[in-house]
């Protein structure tokens, strides 16, 4: 038995290595769309191998809306939401014409989707700069860790100056403000998914400190935390309500 998962492991491997050389050779930048959720999280590893910024260089869209998977997926996963009540109903109404001795259209049927659930594996608009790539891509991965600005020059090996300006120039934001960006997102998130204390949330959002999270969030968004959790939990009960009743017309 081990010896079989050796294998499996193995092959996995090497299809890994050579979606990441393909990914290496696509002309940047670039978007992807894969067949469901599961080949695009597949994409989304062999980005990291190639060590290629997503979304930054490879824009990644699945399809299906696995919300969950696409939640946690690494960046959060952009994804088609198909139609399925609407496909089952053509395709039980098609069963029922067959078995009633009807010949089958002569045309196919295409059934549209409900519309694109909207993540950060599409996000950020592609970027030619691959100086300013890495950098987003370091914000991105690492803004909730307490980097500073120092880090993220230090890791692309430019001037704080030289960097600044590239990121007025293609973003018309500073640097300060995106890794602000990254941070709040990422509080929003686990305010809506999670019952974190505030302090909590503050110590994995790289804020540190509850007052300051406060403060911050009050700025940009307009409301307080506490606010903007009650109204993202009300949504989604009215959202759940919403779905419940369209399923049992």
Known sequence: MPERRGYHQQSWKREMDRVADWVRRLPKPVGVMAANDFRAIQLLDACRRAQVAVPEEVAVIGVDDEEVVG????????????????MGWEAAALLDL??????????????????????????????????????????RQYACQGICIRDIVRHVGLSHSALQWRFRRSLGRTIHQMLLKARMERAKML????????AELAERTGFHYA???????????????????????ENKSLSIAAKWWVGAL
Request: some cysteine.
């Open 71 to 86: 939640r946690l997926a690494n960046p959060p996963l952009t994804s088609v939401i198909p139609d399925a009540w609407r």
């Open 98 to 139: 067959l078995m009633r001795g009807q010949p089958p259209p002569l045309m196919e049927k295409f059934i549209p989707p409900k519309g694109i659930v909207v993540r950060q594996s599409t996000e950020i608009t592609a970027i030619e700069d691959p100086l300013l790539a890495a950098a987003l891509s370091y914000i």
């Open 191 to 198: 305010l809506a998914e999670t019952d974190l204390t505030l």
């Open 211 to 233: 007052e300051y999270l406060d403060s911050v969030f009050c700025k940009h968004v307009g409301i307080r935390p506490g606010q903007y959790r009650r109204q993202a939990t």
